[in-house]
Protein backbone atom coordinates (compact mmCIF):
# COMPACT_ATOMS: atom_id res chain seq x y z
CA UNK A 1 0.00 0.00 0.00
CA UNK A 2 2.61 2.26 1.14
CA UNK A 3 4.76 1.33 -2.01
CA UNK A 4 1.87 2.11 -4.57
CA UNK A 5 1.26 5.74 -2.94
CA UNK A 6 4.71 6.37 -3.37
CA UNK A 7 5.01 5.39 -6.48
CA UNK A 8 1.87 7.44 -7.57
CA UNK A 9 2.90 10.40 -5.35
CA UNK A 10 5.75 9.97 -7.81
CA UNK A 11 4.11 9.87 -11.79
CA UNK A 12 1.42 12.83 -10.01
CA UNK A 13 4.81 15.11 -9.81
CA UNK A 14 6.36 14.10 -12.89
CA UNK A 15 9.05 10.98 -12.99
CA UNK A 16 11.46 12.96 -14.31
CA UNK A 17 10.92 16.84 -12.22
CA UNK A 18 13.49 18.82 -11.93
CA UNK A 19 15.94 17.00 -14.94
CA UNK A 20 17.12 18.43 -17.73
CA UNK A 21 17.00 16.57 -20.71
CA UNK A 22 18.73 17.44 -24.29
CA UNK A 23 17.52 15.38 -26.91
CA UNK A 24 19.07 15.13 -30.40
CA UNK A 25 16.70 14.78 -33.67
CA UNK A 26 13.79 16.43 -31.63
CA UNK A 27 12.17 17.83 -34.93
CA UNK A 28 10.90 14.63 -35.95
CA UNK A 29 9.52 11.12 -35.13
CA UNK A 30 11.06 9.34 -32.10
CA UNK A 31 12.96 12.15 -31.09
CA UNK A 32 9.76 14.80 -31.05
CA UNK A 33 7.45 11.94 -29.01
CA UNK A 34 10.46 11.41 -26.17
CA UNK A 35 10.71 15.37 -26.30
CA UNK A 36 7.08 15.75 -26.10
CA UNK A 37 6.63 12.55 -23.00
CA UNK A 38 10.10 14.20 -21.00
CA UNK A 39 8.44 17.24 -20.97
CA UNK A 40 4.77 16.27 -19.34
CA UNK A 41 6.88 13.99 -17.16
CA UNK A 42 8.39 17.35 -15.83
CA UNK A 43 11.33 17.66 -17.85
CA UNK A 44 13.28 20.70 -19.04
CA UNK A 45 13.92 19.71 -22.60
CA UNK A 46 16.81 21.00 -25.05
CA UNK A 47 15.76 20.04 -27.85
CA UNK A 48 18.27 19.97 -30.82
CA UNK A 49 18.03 18.98 -34.85
CA UNK A 50 19.78 20.28 -37.77
CA UNK A 51 16.44 21.01 -39.30
CA UNK A 52 15.44 23.91 -37.15
CA UNK A 53 12.67 25.14 -39.07
CA UNK A 54 10.72 21.91 -38.21
CA UNK A 55 12.42 22.22 -34.50
CA UNK A 56 11.23 25.66 -34.45
CA UNK A 57 7.27 24.59 -35.18
CA UNK A 58 7.20 21.40 -32.97
CA UNK A 59 8.38 22.93 -29.37
CA UNK A 60 5.51 24.96 -29.61
CA UNK A 61 3.44 22.03 -29.20
CA UNK A 62 4.94 21.26 -25.65
CA UNK A 63 3.91 21.40 -21.98
CA UNK A 64 4.84 24.89 -21.18
CA UNK A 65 6.90 25.79 -24.29
CA UNK A 66 8.71 28.45 -22.75
CA UNK A 67 10.39 26.42 -20.76
CA UNK A 68 12.21 24.48 -22.84
CA UNK A 69 15.50 25.07 -25.58
CA UNK A 70 15.81 24.93 -29.00
CA UNK A 71 19.09 25.15 -30.65
CA UNK A 72 20.01 23.90 -34.52
CA UNK A 73 22.40 21.59 -34.32
CA UNK A 74 24.73 19.12 -36.62
CA UNK A 75 25.39 16.11 -34.51
CA UNK A 76 28.28 15.31 -36.61
CA UNK A 77 30.03 18.39 -35.68
CA UNK A 78 31.74 18.65 -32.35
CA UNK A 79 31.50 22.83 -32.67
CA UNK A 80 28.08 22.24 -32.62
CA UNK A 81 28.15 19.81 -29.27
CA UNK A 82 30.36 22.09 -27.62
CA UNK A 83 28.02 25.24 -28.33
CA UNK A 84 24.79 23.51 -27.83
CA UNK A 85 26.03 22.02 -24.46
CA UNK A 86 27.15 25.78 -23.21
CA UNK A 87 23.61 26.72 -24.16
CA UNK A 88 22.08 23.99 -21.93
CA UNK A 89 24.31 25.09 -19.27
CA UNK A 90 23.84 28.57 -19.30
CA UNK A 91 20.35 28.27 -18.94
CA UNK A 92 19.81 25.52 -16.82
CA UNK A 93 23.22 24.99 -15.43
CA UNK A 94 22.96 21.19 -15.97
CA UNK A 95 22.36 18.73 -18.27
CA UNK A 96 21.02 14.74 -16.29
CA UNK A 97 19.95 13.26 -19.41
CA UNK A 98 20.89 13.25 -23.45
CA UNK A 99 19.45 10.82 -25.99
CA UNK A 100 21.71 10.25 -28.78
CA UNK A 101 18.37 10.07 -31.40
CA UNK A 102 19.25 11.99 -34.81
CA UNK A 103 19.38 9.63 -37.21
CA UNK A 104 19.30 8.91 -40.39
CA UNK A 105 19.07 5.82 -43.36
CA UNK A 106 20.62 5.01 -46.79
CA UNK A 107 18.80 1.98 -48.88
CA UNK A 108 21.50 0.15 -51.58
CA UNK A 109 22.81 -3.56 -50.97
CA UNK A 110 26.85 -4.07 -50.30
CA UNK A 111 27.31 -4.02 -53.64
CA UNK A 112 24.78 -0.99 -54.51
CA UNK A 113 26.37 1.58 -51.55
CA UNK A 114 28.82 4.17 -52.37
CA UNK A 115 31.67 5.05 -50.26
CA UNK A 116 30.01 8.94 -50.41
CA UNK A 117 26.31 7.42 -48.92
CA UNK A 118 28.50 5.35 -46.12
CA UNK A 119 30.00 7.75 -44.83
CA UNK A 120 27.68 10.28 -44.33
CA UNK A 121 25.49 7.60 -42.25
CA UNK A 122 28.49 6.58 -40.26
CA UNK A 123 28.58 10.43 -39.55
CA UNK A 124 25.52 11.13 -37.83
CA UNK A 125 24.40 7.51 -36.70
CA UNK A 126 28.03 6.37 -35.30
CA UNK A 127 30.49 9.57 -35.29
CA UNK A 128 26.92 11.77 -33.34
CA UNK A 129 26.21 9.30 -30.83
CA UNK A 130 29.97 9.01 -30.34
CA UNK A 131 30.33 12.74 -29.89
CA UNK A 132 26.78 13.22 -28.11
CA UNK A 133 28.67 10.39 -25.30
CA UNK A 134 32.02 12.31 -24.85
CA UNK A 135 30.03 15.80 -24.15
CA UNK A 136 27.38 14.03 -21.93
CA UNK A 137 30.28 12.66 -20.02
CA UNK A 138 32.61 15.48 -19.94
CA UNK A 139 29.55 17.81 -18.99
CA UNK A 140 27.74 15.07 -16.16
CA UNK A 141 30.28 14.15 -14.22
CA UNK A 142 30.79 17.30 -12.98
CA UNK A 143 27.61 17.78 -12.00
CA UNK A 144 26.82 14.55 -9.44
CA UNK A 145 25.84 11.92 -13.35
CA UNK A 146 22.88 11.15 -15.49
CA UNK A 147 21.62 9.25 -17.99
CA UNK A 148 22.07 8.64 -21.49
CA UNK A 149 20.10 7.01 -23.89
CA UNK A 150 21.49 6.20 -27.35
CA UNK A 151 18.92 5.04 -29.89
CA UNK A 152 20.11 1.81 -31.67
CA UNK A 153 18.10 -0.19 -33.78
CA UNK A 154 16.69 -3.66 -34.51
CA UNK A 155 19.21 -3.13 -37.31
CA UNK A 156 22.13 -3.34 -35.28
CA UNK A 157 20.91 -6.88 -34.45
CA UNK A 158 20.02 -8.43 -37.90
CA UNK A 159 21.53 -8.52 -41.07
CA UNK A 160 19.91 -6.40 -44.04
CA UNK A 161 20.23 -7.19 -47.57
CA UNK A 162 19.36 -3.28 -48.02
CA UNK A 163 21.02 -1.16 -45.48
CA UNK A 164 24.22 -2.14 -44.88
CA UNK A 165 25.79 1.19 -43.64
CA UNK A 166 22.63 1.85 -41.67
CA UNK A 167 22.88 -1.87 -39.44
CA UNK A 168 26.77 -1.48 -39.37
CA UNK A 169 26.39 2.23 -37.68
CA UNK A 170 23.70 0.95 -35.83
CA UNK A 171 25.87 -2.02 -34.64
CA UNK A 172 28.72 0.47 -33.49
CA UNK A 173 26.33 1.94 -31.30
CA UNK A 174 25.27 -0.33 -29.27
CA UNK A 175 28.71 -1.39 -28.81
CA UNK A 176 29.77 1.80 -27.95
CA UNK A 177 27.25 1.89 -25.18
CA UNK A 178 28.43 -0.94 -23.47
CA UNK A 179 31.95 0.73 -23.72
CA UNK A 180 30.46 4.32 -22.57
CA UNK A 181 28.43 2.18 -19.04
CA UNK A 182 31.61 0.02 -17.95
CA UNK A 183 33.45 3.24 -18.43
CA UNK A 184 31.18 5.52 -16.61
CA UNK A 185 30.94 3.02 -14.10
CA UNK A 186 33.90 1.85 -13.37
CA UNK A 187 35.28 5.72 -13.03
CA UNK A 188 32.79 6.00 -10.23
CA UNK A 189 30.76 8.68 -12.55
CA UNK A 190 26.67 7.90 -11.96
CA UNK A 191 26.22 8.08 -15.48
CA UNK A 192 24.29 5.55 -16.97
CA UNK A 193 24.63 4.56 -20.67
CA UNK A 194 21.99 1.62 -22.56
CA UNK A 195 20.75 1.25 -26.11
CA UNK A 196 17.43 1.29 -27.59
CA UNK A 197 16.25 -0.53 -30.47
CA UNK A 198 13.19 0.22 -32.10
CA UNK A 199 11.77 -1.98 -34.57
CA UNK A 200 10.02 -0.67 -37.19
CA UNK A 201 8.14 2.43 -36.11
CA UNK A 202 5.78 5.15 -37.90
CA UNK A 203 7.74 8.27 -38.36
CA UNK A 204 8.89 10.26 -41.36
CA UNK A 205 11.65 7.72 -41.34
CA UNK A 206 9.66 4.99 -42.41
CA UNK A 207 7.17 6.98 -44.22
CA UNK A 208 9.96 7.23 -47.08
CA UNK A 209 9.99 3.58 -47.78
CA UNK A 210 7.53 2.08 -50.75
CA UNK A 211 3.76 0.77 -49.28
CA UNK A 212 5.30 -2.75 -51.04
CA UNK A 213 8.54 -2.55 -48.40
CA UNK A 214 6.20 -1.88 -46.06
CA UNK A 215 3.93 -4.62 -45.96
CA UNK A 216 6.83 -6.86 -46.75
CA UNK A 217 8.49 -5.67 -43.24
CA UNK A 218 4.85 -5.71 -41.47
CA UNK A 219 4.74 -9.28 -42.20
CA UNK A 220 7.44 -9.79 -40.58
CA UNK A 221 6.30 -8.60 -37.21
CA UNK A 222 4.39 -10.97 -34.83
CA UNK A 223 2.32 -8.58 -33.41
CA UNK A 224 1.01 -7.47 -37.02
CA UNK A 225 1.68 -3.72 -37.32
CA UNK A 226 4.71 -1.22 -36.61
CA UNK A 227 5.01 0.70 -33.56
CA UNK A 228 3.98 4.02 -32.78
CA UNK A 229 6.91 6.85 -31.87
CA UNK A 230 4.78 6.51 -28.22
CA UNK A 231 5.82 3.14 -27.74
CA UNK A 232 9.61 3.89 -28.24
CA UNK A 233 9.17 6.75 -25.89
CA UNK A 234 8.14 5.03 -23.28
CA UNK A 235 10.66 2.66 -23.31
CA UNK A 236 13.26 6.26 -23.75
CA UNK A 237 11.61 7.26 -20.44
CA UNK A 238 12.25 3.98 -18.40
CA UNK A 239 16.04 3.71 -19.50
CA UNK A 240 16.44 7.65 -18.41
CA UNK A 241 14.73 7.84 -14.98
CA UNK A 242 15.08 6.43 -11.75
CA UNK A 243 13.43 3.59 -12.40
CA UNK A 244 16.07 1.98 -14.41
CA UNK A 245 19.08 3.42 -11.52
CA UNK A 246 20.44 -0.14 -11.43
CA UNK A 247 20.22 -0.31 -15.36
CA UNK A 248 23.58 0.40 -17.76
CA UNK A 249 25.12 -1.38 -20.80
CA UNK A 250 22.08 -3.32 -21.41
CA UNK A 251 20.16 -2.62 -25.03
CA UNK A 252 15.85 -2.63 -24.73
CA UNK A 253 14.62 -4.16 -27.90
CA UNK A 254 11.08 -2.58 -28.38
CA UNK A 255 9.91 -4.23 -31.68
CA UNK A 256 6.83 -6.13 -31.32
CA UNK A 257 8.69 -9.66 -31.01
CA UNK A 258 10.53 -8.90 -34.56
CA UNK A 259 13.86 -10.27 -33.56
CA UNK A 260 12.44 -13.33 -31.53
P1 LIG B 1 13.02 10.90 -38.57
O1 LIG B 1 13.64 10.96 -39.92
O2 LIG B 1 11.56 11.08 -38.43
O3 LIG B 1 13.74 11.94 -37.58
C1 LIG B 1 15.13 12.04 -37.50
C2 LIG B 1 15.49 13.46 -37.11
O4 LIG B 1 16.92 13.54 -37.07
C3 LIG B 1 15.00 14.51 -38.12
O5 LIG B 1 14.34 15.55 -37.44
C4 LIG B 1 16.28 15.00 -38.77
O6 LIG B 1 16.22 16.37 -39.17
C5 LIG B 1 17.31 14.77 -37.67
N1 LIG B 1 18.66 14.69 -38.18
C6 LIG B 1 19.10 14.11 -39.32
N2 LIG B 1 20.41 14.31 -39.46
C7 LIG B 1 20.82 15.04 -38.39
C8 LIG B 1 22.07 15.58 -37.97
N3 LIG B 1 23.17 15.42 -38.71
N4 LIG B 1 22.11 16.25 -36.79
C9 LIG B 1 20.99 16.43 -36.05
N5 LIG B 1 19.78 15.98 -36.42
C10 LIG B 1 19.71 15.29 -37.57
O7 LIG B 1 13.49 9.49 -37.96
P2 LIG B 1 12.92 8.60 -36.77
O8 LIG B 1 12.24 7.44 -37.38
O9 LIG B 1 12.21 9.43 -35.76
O10 LIG B 1 14.30 8.05 -36.19
C11 LIG B 1 14.84 8.48 -34.94
C12 LIG B 1 15.93 7.49 -34.54
O11 LIG B 1 15.34 6.19 -34.38
C13 LIG B 1 17.03 7.32 -35.57
O12 LIG B 1 18.27 7.18 -34.93
C14 LIG B 1 16.65 6.03 -36.28
O13 LIG B 1 17.76 5.38 -36.86
C15 LIG B 1 16.05 5.25 -35.14
N6 LIG B 1 15.17 4.17 -35.55
C16 LIG B 1 14.04 4.43 -36.27
C17 LIG B 1 13.23 3.36 -36.67
C18 LIG B 1 11.97 3.57 -37.46
O14 LIG B 1 11.40 2.56 -37.93
N7 LIG B 1 11.48 4.79 -37.63
C19 LIG B 1 13.58 2.04 -36.33
C20 LIG B 1 14.74 1.84 -35.59
C21 LIG B 1 15.53 2.91 -35.20
Given amino acids: MDDQKGEMTMQSEGRLK ?17 AR ?6 AKVVLSDVDAASLAAKVALLTQADEHLCQPHDVSSEPDWERVFAAAIERY ?8 NAGIAAEGSIEDVTLESWRRVMSVNLDGTFLGCKHAIRNMKNTGGGAIVNVSSVGALK ?40 GLTHTPMMDRASPEMLERLKAGIPMGRLAE ?31 S
Fill in 229 to 259: AIDIAQAALYLAGSESKYVTGTSLVVDGGYI
Fill in 159 to 198: ASLTGPAYGASKAGVWNLTRTVALSCARNGYNIRCNSLHP
Fill in 37 to 42: LFAEEG
Fill in 93 to 100: SRVDIVVN
Fill in 18 to 34: GKVALITGAGSGIGFAI
